[in-house]
Every structure is written in structure tokens, then in C-alpha cells.
């Protein structure tokens, strides 16, 4: 008889936004329909969040890759944007550009704005991050959403990423924009020539990371980006250094596939840090535990097979499997190879 999986108590992901998003979903379904070796739906999962997508405007913080987790998870993203409520409407938006107040690129929807009110005035009445964001969640994640699932932001500290562009029309040659200016206004359509990520040395993890990443059974890095999304998470004083030192298994999936990004712009990230776009590139750019990286195993998809033996050659434990997440099941499929590659098969 075959024995029996460690049991999977508590898992911890660190996620980004829209990928990050999808895969805790598909984890999730996974736990509760048990697909995923050892795991039940009592397995607890934490998921610590990029906050240097953050910003501010028209009087509101916005947290982007928190929102879209929490909105997602509780069954209440719109699924065709990836992001915002469903069933948004707009009327907030359209009287702003009425009055010609900028910027006009920026879109909040009239439900998302209830949100983001609820959060900045929690904060300005002097909550953290951490608290306004279990506030927020408990109408979004209760066990009937989905599972035992806990959402905490990488740090209540104010981090912010900026990108720095070539401007012909500056002085100095090149500017420097918010992040979120490259990604919806400018579409990420030039060269990022340096990612800058403000307050971060300053920051200190949110309470309940460190914890939640010496104390778990399994830490997953999804597919979310790896320098703006993961890469800003590992980049927050202590936590990288958490990773390397949880005796718990760590294990990646490949935001790369076929060569290219499915969702998002890892590509024009990877670019802007010198690391090449393929599955591999990515999984040694976090590195091995082994050799004073993050991780112990990697996945990368079928058609990247041969992306496999530098991996495996840089200490990286690897397999090529199917990665793309078409629906709940495939993904919470992902999920199980991700826990076999590091703790075993069932």
C-alpha cells in the first residue's frame, strides 16, 4: 500500500495581482475537491500580497493586486477585465472627465470606489494596511468563498515601484513615471530602463508574513510577475531572508511560456533587469535555496521541456508540465504538481 501524503496544513503564497490571483483560485478548488496530495479544505492558505503597486489618487489609496486577490477569491472580480468589480458601472469616472480633472486614463468603477473609501478612511483614521485589509475581507473571504484563506499585504509602509523611461523631451533624457502610468497609460509600450522601488528599504514586513512563511507546510510562488510583483515582495527587508530559511518547501511556477508572458509584462520587466524571457531564466533568477536562493522546485510548462537541464543544473528541481490556467480545474491540477514536484507524490 502506498503511504499516505504529509498532510498540507497551511500553505503561503506570494502573489501578485491577476496570475497571482487565478492560481490561488485554482489552489483552492483544488484543497476543497482534493486534488491537491495531503491537502483538505481545512488546509489554511495565506496569501501575502504586492503593495508596491499601490498609489494614490483623487484622494484614494489604491491597492491594486490586494483588490483583485480579494475580489477574485470572493467571487466578485469581473472576469473578462481580469480586475475591477463585475457588473461595474461608471458614472464617477465619467463626471470626473466632465470636469477635466486628470487623470482621465485611470478608470475607477462607481462599486470599486465604496472600497477604496472604506480603506482610505481607515487609514487617515490611523489603521494600518493590515487592519483595513481584514476589514475588508470579511465580507469578501468568508469560508463560504472558498476556503480558509487569509490575505495580508507584504507591509503596511508606503512602497512604491516607479519606472524609468527614455523622454527625448526631458533634459536629462529619460523620465520617470509611477507604475501604474507605464502599465495602463503607456500600455508598457517603451523600454523600462530601470524599475525603481521607493520605501522599500525602509519597509518592514506587515504582521503575520514572517510568520506565516516559518510556520507553513508549502511556500508557492505563483505566476505573477517575478521583478514587480514577487521580486517586490522578496525585495521588503526580511523576507527574502524568511523564504531561504522556512523549513518548509518552496516551489515556483513559470510566468513564462513558449517563450513569452501569458498575462501581463514580465517580459519588458525581465528586459529592464538584464534577465532573458525564458522559463528557465526566471527560475534562476530566483535561484536555488541550495546555492542562497528561494526556491527548491520550479515548473515550467510542457512546451519549455528543454528548459529543464539548467535548471536542474543551477540546483533547481524541475518539471515540465501543462501551465496554463484555462479553468479551475486545470489550474488546481497545476497546484498538485507543484506540491508532488517538492513534498512527493500522493
Same mark, same amino acid.
Given at each position: 500500500?502506498?503511504?499516505?501524503?504529509?498532510?498540507?496544513?497551511?500553505?503561503?503564497?506570494?502573489?501578485?495581482?491577476?496570475?497571482?490571483?487565478?492560481?490561488?483560485?485554482?489552489?483552492?478548488?483544488?484543497?476543497?475537491?482534493?486534488?491537491?496530495?495531503?491537502?483538505?479544505?481545512?488546509?489554511?492558505?495565506?496569501?501575502?500580497?504586492?503593495?508596491?503597486?499601490?498609489? #494614490?489618487?483623487?484622494?484614494?489609496?489604491?491597492?491594486?493586486?490586494?483588490?483583485?486577490?480579494?475580489?477574485?477569491?470572493?467571487?466578485?472580480?469581473?472576469?473578462?477585465?481580469?480586475?475591477?468589480?463585475?457588473?461595474?458601472?461608471?458614472?464617477?469616472?465619467?463626471?470626473?472627465?466632465?470636469?477635466?480633472?486628470?487623470?482621465?486614463?485611470?478608470?475607477?468603477?462607481?462599486?470599486?470606489?465604496?472600497?477604496?473609501?472604506?480603506?482610505?478612511?481607515?487609514?487617515?483614521?490611523?489603521?494600518?494596511?493590515?487592519?483595513?485589509?481584514?476589514?475588508?475581507?470579511?465580507? #469578501?473571504?468568508?469560508?463560504?468563498?472558498?476556503?480558509?484563506?487569509?490575505?495580508?499585504?507584504?507591509?503596511?509602509?508606503?512602497?512604491?515601484?516607479?519606472?524609468?523611461?527614455?523622454?527625448?523631451?526631458?533634459?536629462?533624457?529619460?523620465?520617470?513615471?509611477?507604475?501604474?502610468?507605464?502599465?495602463?497609460?503607456?500600455?508598457?509600450?517603451?523600454?523600462?530602463?530601470?524599475?525603481?522601488?521607493?520605501?522599500?528599504?525602509?519597509?518592514?514586513?506587515?504582521?503575520?508574513?514572517?510568520?506565516?512563511?516559518?510556520?507553513?507546510?508549502?511556500?508557492?510562488?505563483?505566476?505573477?510577475?517575478?521583478?514587480?510583483?514577487?521580486?517586490?515582495?522578496?525585495?521588503?527587508?526580511?523576507?527574502?531572508?524568511?523564504?531561504?530559511?522556512?523549513?518548509?518547501?518552496?516551489?515556483?511556477?513559470?510566468?513564462?511560456?513558449?517563450?513569452?508572458?501569458?498575462?501581463?509584462?514580465?517580459?519588458?520587466?525581465?528586459?529592464?533587469?538584464?534577465?532573458?524571457?525564458?522559463?528557465?531564466?526566471?527560475?534562476?533568477?530566483?535561484?536555488?535555496?541550495?546555492?542562497?536562493?528561494?526556491?527548491?522546485?520550479?515548473?515550467?510548462?510542457?512546451?519549455?521541456?528543454?528548459?529543464?537541464?539548467?535548471?536542474?543544473?543551477?540546483?533547481?528541481?524541475?518539471?515540465?508540465?501543462?501551465?496554463?490556467?484555462?479553468?479551475?480545474?486545470?489550474?488546481?491540477?497545476?497546484?498538485?504538481?507543484?506540491?508532488?514536484?517538492?513534498?512527493?507524490?500522493?
Amino acid at each position: 500500500m502506498p503511504s499516505s501524503p504529509l498532510p498540507l496544513r497551511r500553505v503561503t503564497v506570494l502573489s501578485g495581482g491577476v496570475g497571482g490571483a487565478r492560481f490561488v483560485q485554482g489552489l483552492l478548488h483544488g484543497l476543497r475537491s482534493g486534488t491537491v496530495p495531503g491537502g483538505s479544505p481545512d488546509t489554511e492558505v495565506t496569501v501575502v500580497a504586492n503593495t508596491a503597486d499601490d498609489w #494614490w489618487i483623487h484622494g484614494l489609496k489604491v491597492c491594486p493586486d490586494l483588490d483583485t486577490l480579494m475580489y477574485t477569491l470572493g467571487d466578485g472580480i469581473d472576469v473578462e477585465r481580469g480586475w475591477g468589480r463585475r457588473d461595474e458601472t461608471w458614472s464617477a469616472k465619467a463626471e470626473l472627465e466632465a470636469y477635466g480633472v486628470e487623470p482621465t486614463w485611470f478608470g475607477l468603477g462607481d462599486r470599486d470606489i465604496a472600497t477604496h473609501l472604506v480603506r482610505t478612511q481607515m487609514l487617515e483614521a490611523g489603521y494600518t494596511l493590515s487592519q483595513v485589509t481584514e476589514a475588508l475581507c470579511r465580507r #469578501w473571504l468568508s469560508p463560504a468563498h472558498g476556503g480558509r484563506v487569509r490575505l495580508l499585504p507584504m507591509s503596511d509602509d508606503r512602497v512604491e515601484t516607479h519606472i524609468a523611461i527614455a523622454d527625448p523631451d526631458s533634459p536629462s533624457g529619460r523620465s520617470v513615471v509611477h507604475f501604474q502610468e507605464y502599465w495602463v497609460r503607456m500600455r508598457a509600450s517603451v523600454p523600462a530602463e530601470t524599475v525603481l522601488v521607493v520605501g522599500q528599504d525602509a519597509a518592514a514586513p506587515a504582521p503575520g508574513v514572517l510568520e506565516a512563511i516559518d510556520g507553513c507546510d508549502l511556500v508557492v510562488v505563483p505566476p505573477s510577475n517575478p521583478v514587480v510583483s514577487v521580486g517586490t515582495i522578496l525585495g521588503v527587508p526580511g523576507i527574502r531572508d524568511a523564504v531561504r530559511r522556512t523549513p518548509a518547501p518552496v516551489v515556483g511556477l513559470s510566468p513564462i511560456v513558449g517563450g513569452s508572458h501569458v498575462h501581463g509584462m514580465a517580459a519588458q520587466m525581465l528586459t529592464s533587469i538584464g534577465v532573458e524571457v525564458s522559463a528557465s531564466a526566471v527560475g534562476t533568477h530566483y535561484g536555488a535555496r541550495s546555492a542562497g536562493g528561494v526556491l527548491d522546485g520550479w515548473l515550467v510548462d510542457t512546451r519549455d521541456a528543454d528548459h529543464l537541464p539548467p535548471l536542474e543544473a543551477a540546483g533547481v528541481r524541475a518539471r515540465a508540465v501543462p501551465l496554463m490556467m484555462s479553468d479551475l480545474d486545470a489550474t488546481a491540477a497545476m497546484a498538485a504538481e507543484a506540491v508532488t514536484l517538492v513534498r512527493g507524490p500522493a
